[in-house]
Structure formats: C-alpha cells, structure tokens
C-alpha cells in the first residue's frame, strides 16, 4: 500500500549537514504521518522527528531539536530530513516510517524503508 525507501546518508565529519530523503509510493501519501527513526548498533530504534500530512512537525526529540528539520512536498511524494550541526552521537541507520496515527513508538507505523547509514565522524 505504501512503500517507502530512504536515501542520502553518508560519512561526514562532525558539524557537517546532510539532507536525507524518503521517497514514497501510494496515492494517499498526503494522509499519513511520517517519522524518522534512528537505530545504532547494539541500540533501541529510537524516535527522532515527525510530521503531519498537512507538514506540521508535531514532535522532534530532545537529542536533534534545533539541528534537525523535517520537510514535505506531498506532489513529489517525499519527506526530508535536514541534518545540520551533525555529531558523533548521530551515527545510526536512518529509517522512515509512514502510519496514520501521530506516535513516536515504532509500533504506531506501519511502513518502513530499508534505511540510509549516516556515520558522522569526529
């Protein structure tokens, strides 16, 4: 029904930006809420931003608040996230998810992309 696949990751030093993109397949797009998740080795997926259909953020974590922004543009059926101020600590694989209902806990998603790698080196 939705299908999504992230790319844009890569290796950069710390204080670098990176934009990356989820591109989307599915005609109702525009209904879902899309969040961006991260997972490090040997960590939990944990929540980092989300946005509304309508391209409201409605929650970002503590950890990326002021350095992270994430974007829509529903005609090209894709969201972005706008890394800047990069640190060590964001090395992760990078997931979008899609689902209708506005959680930060995986479980509220239920599409995902195979992930995009950032590792930010210091």
């Known amino acids: 029904q939705v299908q999504l696949v992230e790319s844009g990751g890569g290796l950069v030093q710390a204080g670098d930006s990176l934009r990356l993109s989820c591109a989307a397949s599915?005609?109702?797009?525009?209904?879902?809420?899309v969040g961006w998740f991260r997972q490090a080795p040997g960590k939990e997926r944990e929540f980092v931003v989300r946005?509304?259909?309508?391209?409201?953020?409605?929650s970002t974590a503590d950890s990326v608040k002021g350095r992270f922004t994430i974007s829509r543009d529903n005609a090209k059926n894709t969201v972005y996230l706008q890394m800047n101020s990069l640190k060590p600590e964001d090395t992760a694989v990078y997931y979008c998810?899609?689902?209708?209902?506005?959680?930060?806990?995986?479980?509220?998603?239920?599409?995902w992309g195979q992930g995009t790698q950032v590792t930010v080196s210091s």
């Open positions: 599915g005609r109702t797009f525009s209904s879902y809420f």
């Open positions: 998810a899609a689902g209708l209902k506005p959680g930060s806990s995986p479980r509220w998603y239920n599409y």
């Open positions: 946005i509304s259909g309508s391209g409201i953020t409605t």
